[in-house]
């Protein structure tokens, strides 16, 4: 089986029109197909009457040409006769709204009912194609949370949350300490009184709405599980996976991915059709670092953008070369198979305008060209390639707790999570320096720099494993609203701010401001900028001074620190940084931890990166612009071309694949 | 009975008042009057207790005094009685909730229930007034779909939707496939499982939703016309009428017209009070234009606006003369008569500040001096143009399937179908270049140009009647985004775009680009300018170029073409074009039509509007300007000033009639 | 018992934290805690078993300590064993959304069980704290109306409000007459037939909704009586006391207040948060100068900003200075106490980053310091001038019944009835003239000019009034939009506006413009200017015309008026002035008032505040700016600084207290 695959529905065509789509996919180096994950009226039309052989005829006709499938089961599309006998499991969002039919995703996931349809549809699939050799390997739904944007809030899932409690908690006395149920006379006598954190005429608790995120999740990862021990009862030598969505929140996907063989990752570097005119460069590259991380190891892509995206609303047309970079962009970065989304644009459905490589018509057109040129580029690198590692020195720490708490507490309106680990990326991404995403207690030691924004909720177990780190030699770098929540998001209040990194990052906070619509002046030496959505005024105990406040009455105030810790240095950043100011400190940092800073001076927009194996390391060298550049003669010193032009050169929206023997 | 009315609301005002009312409309000229629209409880204050005595009384004192009566059936209205005892009539919207009592509209119109009552009240209004000589018509309804801006999701409409789309269909399986449920599981093995298309958890189905809408207009026409049936039965030489609103969208006023004597319109160019200052001119135009087209005849105004409009927010006040030009502009646009709205201000109730021409004191004022003006300089005009028709050359094509289509899915968030169309109008009417609207299959013979935006659904018989009148000399002009779906709402796939459009047009489209956020720059030749919303990239097969693009990828690339084809000419437009490019190209299509554009070089914001009967063509001047403008002596040479100053003079907001003996 | 208190919560605290507290609270000059208002659970942990040992625990410590208590009625915050037995209590919104358990304020107040249930709790506390010579006081719930955004649309409610309707109205026929149910069919025929005026298909009756207003506002007072008369039942010499919230506008306070001892208000000069980044220094006086005339006498503040703000989002952090400064503006507008909020910031619910005196980690730090510092300089002055009055020779009128109307009909969007109060207040600000802010039907007497903008809804009683203040020589001002309604939200008819005061302004205005998004320009004669939101075109009959309109079709028509009437003057301003214009109109309305206008030339941000005893004044100096200010010799000549610098200086954000010997 090739490294090329493309997602393929049948059952939207004609059925004699499969034989020129595998004519077709042959000529461009299909070798596997993904089937069936929206299909259940079709395997299930009558409760209890199944219907495979279209599927097993698909299935053999794939066979026959050499190309391999993958089976997804269809339960992110519950069929209309079931919906209608059991209307209860449509899920019910925080004003109550119960959604309806017509859509996807319409299903609540803890409804007991739906649990028994799913497990005999899923059970009938396994016994069916659980042997079937030329079936590779099964997808468990479609993106998991996608369209719970409201999670649910039904009868059925308030029970479910209250057996989660139970379950977690034990005595109701200790649910009341870790809310803090104390506040606002919440205390509960009973699991049994516990209220969703629905719509409320005023305010919530914090902690009951970070709980209630944990359980969502574990309430899909429990999902998941469900269907994967079903399979793997009736499977052979068949992998099992999942299609994420990056930084979506739905779900931990470490959790998730527990289960997993590998998980996979859906790229639309045109953005789900709603940004313009397509992701930034950088977090594109991060959310590929970022789904390497959930297993730390190398990931598929199983849905990469194919051409414009769109449902009711369209995106902007990759521009003729994009698509094979962006492809490239997914291998550099640990994608170790692409599968196209999807095949032939659908001309029925909501998804009419979320095209495929082929148009409406059928017709090859200028997509498939370049597709086709593309994995022809690409096959024979990605075998050799396969399962090397990055060799990224620094690394930036991913928390779903932190996410979510402060999602629910965002402080600044304009303060998000991801924007904040993004602005950190982007400043390592402009200097040309790889990071690696790693979760809390992932192992450090590879690392001469860590940087761990926003340790909003810090345990003492991550704590202790920063420690460790940093007195051992490494670098840490760490932010304003950290060390401020315990593990049931509240507040710390046995010593003064940062919380748990107090000794670390040898300073105290006594006193912080919220950048509301405003922002502070701050000057670092050598350079000055600005600082925005919050401020820590610092106190230096054991650290020194790198930066100071220049405006506001805390003008003269450090805002950025540094402390000697162990063999380690450890940094402590008060505000957030305007971009050249992140860039000038970052590279501060990378030249302390010495580490390497080589492509500093190449244009930005593009993007260096390299995966390093035993006796050969690759270097991808990727033009997100769309004007020719040129690599200069002493970057390229030592290293041999291996797919791209000789002399330096990039194409608009071109790649050049360089390799340096050992 | 002369061309004037007034909405009259005696119920509003102390029984006495109705004397002076009487003499001070018979002092302006008012024959008419529309009476009892919202006026159910007074009718029935009680269940099955019928209470006439009052308007028969009202009824008589207009008669006494000469002035005729139109009465409107009360059901957009149900009094409070009935709502209690059924409250079930209520309307749901989309998310569930069920609307209340306090406003209007409040009425779900396939709820059984309420068709009972609707059908007992108006059986007795029609015994009670089918056969006075003073009754000279009828309205049903008020502005039908007015307050259902979300429709009704209700149970009701959900079954009688379930029956519509089994007359329609006849089988679930060819429900399946118009719909093309292979898409997500969607299929149904039975009518009765189809959910209405409300609130779902992600995404729905577009032709799901198109059969939606067209079944809401339905089921609004079918409301109509039971009312219709049972007036008819029972009344003698009078009309039965609607008021309409332009180009709102909730029923297809084509089919609503076809159980109607003739359509009225009601007309507020200070906009709905939520626009500002007041409604573009050329759309104020296009909007008439539009109402007689409904019928292809002339039509009324039912409401034209008589003061500053509002509810809880106020519109502007009509400037000195605004309310006598916009008169003339509904008359100089076939209206043959025109009811003012309304006689004296509310004091109480939604509409306190929906000015009539009396102010809330009753006493006469500037807006009944200048009524009494407009109704005596116009009056007998309009004995003399009755019936007369538009002499236009031009004609643009209106489709409710592609208006309901393209809201569905826009593309592009900026792009609407009724602001594409008023972009075409408005290119003519600053050319001063008259246009009627019409029907996709309207007879085109007197048309020189037939402009076609947007024929995103394309029906193949639609195409056929495009296609004669072509090739019998006609030219037609399209533009992107047409030709790309069937009457389902589903892409065609038979061939590439656009479509059934392929061969007229001589073009063949393998690309387009969705200009979110951005524009692109387009080279005509003598012009250049800018394009918007959507770009289609144009390959020439048997057409010739026209202009191209000048920017992004497909710099270069044909943006506009023109065909021969028979013995007519195809312009296929592939972008918005901006204001001046879109004008520059009208005008030399109309060259190329040989179209005369003689008053192109008049001030902007004059209006010129020509009527055309046998021995005379009346020729209306409209300034909206506020200043005095003048008629270069040329331009009215040969022509008679009937109406307005003889110099060729404008007033601010002044008109003048011009006529042309044959 | 000294003037400084904080809110204190013991029960969010070890036990043992409370010995620190006191000792604390003692250091500063803390006399007395506010405790308990959101204890319920604490307090009846389960239905029918009371708990106060605690309490009394806590009250005694207090007592030992010389700390006064002051307790509050929990009835903000039913507990979760009460909402799960009766969820009915919940309230619902005007969408039907019913809300749930996780916040504040999920009460219904029409509910009889849960009146059952706060008739028992507040019948256990006042036998139980009545007589308890520690216990001061009482609070009743907390900030009444907060979390009632939306008010509540249950079947209890709609019940409750038909019977209050059937009170008020006593036949559906004045209830039909009063609303003006004539209009669009709504008249009832039963007073059980009435519907809660929430979610409409379109429009509501604007009648119905002021009186829905005065009901809630109705139910929320008689909700509060129920638990005063059970605490003074049981109480002795306690007081009995609310925490209103300034403009807010879901209850009467006038009403309110009857019932109580005094009013206290919540002050947070940085605002709720929300605002940025404080609000505005004229708006926090005028806010002050509102409660004290509520009872019209002195108040007490019961939570006063003691920190950064913030629940899920934070406002900006208070600069030093700013905390003592915003004490002394409270005490200078009339706060006899002030209670900071609170004492040490939660670490854990809804209000985790509403920050107290103390962090979370309950270390003193400057917030501590500076509240010292301020109890410290004003503890002493406060028993001096407790109870003086203001020297106000201006008033500015409050009206609940204005305010509410112009909430349902703005008629321009921009139009809000504080924010006019606001720009009138703020144009005597900026002169350095105190006012007063009365009741309607208030005693004038003391004034030498009152003004009264947007009398919309004016009563005869009311129109009396004012007229017998002018004919004995008072000024009064008046704005646009007045004399429109009568007290049923009904427009006059009667005459021409202003209505009711026609005869006063000695004007009539037959024409008026809603100026959206538009202005008009305004000639003063010495000074021109700009009008926004509404302009009334005025016609003098008596009356001399001082300002005219210099554009628009309206251009030279009167803007403004003054008319001599009895011995008084009359000024009518016909649209809303920009603010130089109408601080150039005050100052000559103030010089004709012979009001001393000394202060004028002070900074912008210079507070001047005065308060009179029988042989003392007080002057108040408040420097809202962040720079170091100077008074003029000349100012501050023959009075004595009390407390601030000697030398006429103020510090940034500084205070002085002058005194005059009469």
């Not at 908690?169 to 009341?176: A, C, F, G, M, S």
């Not at 999570?417 to 390592?428: E, H, M, Q, S, T």
């Not at 401001?513 to 105990?541: H, M, N, P």
């Amino acid at each position: 089986m090739g490294n090329f695959g493309v997602c393929y529905y049948p059952e939207h065509w004609d059925e004699e029109r499969i034989e020129t789509d595998i004519s077709l996919m042959k000529d461009i180096g299909i070798s596997y197909v993904r089937l069936a994950e929206f299909s259940w009226h079709k395997m299930e039309p009558i409760e209890g009457q199944y219907d495979f052989k279209w599927l097993n005829d698909v299935v053999d006709k794939f066979a026959d040409a050499g190309i391999s499938c993958i089976i997804g089961t269809p339960t992110a599309a519950p069929p209309a006769w079931l919906m209608n006998k059991h209307p209860e499991i449509f899920p019910v969002n925080d004003m109550g709204v119960r959604v309806t039919f017509n859509g996807r995703h319409h299903d609540c996931q803890s409804n007991k009912t739906y649990r028994e349809y799913v497990k005999k549809i899923v059970t009938e699939m396994a016994k069916e194609f659980g042997h079937n050799k030329n079936v590779v390997g099964w997808q468990i739904d479609n993106e998991f949370g996608n369209g719970h944007g409201d999670l649910c809030y039904c009868d059925s899932c308030r029970q479910a949350f209250i057996e989660w409690l139970e379950e977690k908690y034990k005595t109701v006395d200790n649910l009341n300490k870790a809310w803090g149920c104390a506040f606002w006379s919440q205390e509960y006598n009973d699991f049994s009184e516990v209220f969703l954190p629905a719509h409320t005429a005023a305010g919530k608790n914090p902690s009951t709405e970070l709980d209630f995120k944990r359980f969502c999740s574990d309430l899909i990862v429990d999902f998941s599980k469900a269907q994967i021990d079903i399979i793997r009862q009736y499977s052979e030598n068949q992998f099992i996976t999942h299609n994420c969505m990056g930084f979506a929140d739905k779900v931990n996907y470490y959790d998730l991915a527990a289960d997993l063989d590998f998980v996979c990752h859906d790229q639309y570097p045109g953005g789900f059709y709603l940004q313009m005119p397509h992701e930034d460069n950088a977090f594109l590259a991060q959310t590929l670092e970022l789904m390497r991380s959930f297993k730390n190891k190398n990931f598929w892509i199983m849905e990469q953008q194919a051409g414009p995206t769109g449902w009711n609303i369209m995106g902007r047309t990759p521009a003729p070369g994009q698509l094979s970079l962006w492809t490239a962009q997914a291998i550099a970065h640990g994608a170790d198979k692409i599968t196209y989304f999807r095949w032939r644009t659908a001309t029925f459905g909501t998804e009419q305008f979320w095209h495929g490589i082929l148009p409406h018509s059928g017709k090859p057109g200028r997509r498939y060209d370049e597709i086709k040129y593309t994995i022809n580029r690409y096959d024979e690198l990605l075998d050799e390639i396969k399962d090397l590692e990055s060799d990224a020195k620094v690394a930036i720490v991913y928390s779903y707790d932190n996410y979510h708490a402060l999602n629910i507490q965002p402080h600044n309106p304009d303060l998000s999570y991801v924007g904040v680990l993004a602005d950190y990326y982007r400043a390592l991404y402009d200097l040309k320096i790889e990071a690696d995403m790693v979760s809390e207690m992932a192992d450090f030691s590879k690392y001469k720099l860590v940087i761990a924004p926003l340790q909003y909720i810090l345990k003492p177990e991550v704590k202790e494993h920063f420690d460790e780190y940093v007195k051992n030699g490494g670098h840490m770098c760490f932010t304003y609203r950290s060390g401020v929540k315990d593990e049931n998001n509240i507040c710390v209040s046995d010593c003064e701010l940062p919380g748990l990194l107090s000794e670390m990052t040898g300073i105290e906070i006594n006193e912080y401001d919220c950048l509301r619509e405003t922002e502070v002046t701050i000057d670092l030496g050598q350079y000055s900028g600005k600082g925005k959505l919050f401020a820590d005024i610092i106190t230096t105990k054991e650290a020194e001074r790198v930066g100071v406040y220049t405006n506001n009455y805390y003008s003269g105030e450090t805002a950025i620190s540094i402390n000697n810790y162990g063999k380690g240095l450890v940094y402590y950043i008060g505000c957030e940084l305007d971009d050249n100011l992140l860039n000038k400190l970052i590279y501060s940092m990378l030249l302390q931890a010495k580490i390497e800073v080589k492509y500093k001076e190449l244009d930005r927009g593009i993007e260096v990166v390299t995966r390093k194996g035993k006796d050969k390391t690759y270097i991808f060298f990727l033009n997100h612009n769309n004007y020719v550049a040129k690599l200069n003669k002493d970057l390229i010193e030592g290293i041999e071309v291996m797919i791209g032009e000789k002399n330096g050169l990039l194409e608009p929206f071109g790649t050049a694949v360089y390799v340096k023997e050992k």
